[in-house]
């Protein structure tokens, strides 16, 4: 069984700085592709960045510039690097696995404000 656990969420003022690091256990032959995720208050879940196994990146607009997904430890943890932060980035950030099975973290909240 697959598990994802999303950490390194917290406030921060406006231009500040985060990383969300995402640990995957079990076994994970190949994927897809992993991702990020967010979730704003009464809005839908929109795809931030991901990366295919072949390393390939996608982000959204919105954070283009600013965010870097990454993985690390034979793709067993994913990061986002978040820069520049604005109070409009402020949702509940998920983690994303995409193989035959769709795999999601619990989420981690993210706070920009000042």
């Known amino acids: 069984q697959v598990e994802l656990v999303e950490s390194g969420g917290g406030r921060v003022q406006p231009g500040g700085s985060l990383r969300l690091s995402c640990a995957a256990s079990?076994?994970?032959?190949?994927?897809?592709?992993m991702g990020w995720y967010r979730q704003a208050p009464g809005k839908q879940r929109e795809l931030v960045a991901s990366?295919?196994?072949?390393?390939?990146?996608n982000y959204a607009d919105s954070v283009k510039g600013r965010f870097t997904i990454s993985t690390a430890n034979a793709k067993k943890i994913l990061y986002l690097q978040m820069n520049s932060l604005k109070p409009e980035d402020t949702a509940v950030y998920y983690c994303?696995?995409?193989?035959?099975?769709?795999?999601w973290g619990p989420g981690t909240q993210v706070t920009v404000s000042s």
């Open positions: 079990g076994i994970i032959f190949s994927f897809n592709r």
């Open positions: 990366i295919t196994g072949g390393g390939s990146t």
């Open positions: 994303n696995l995409n193989t035959v099975t769709d795999y």
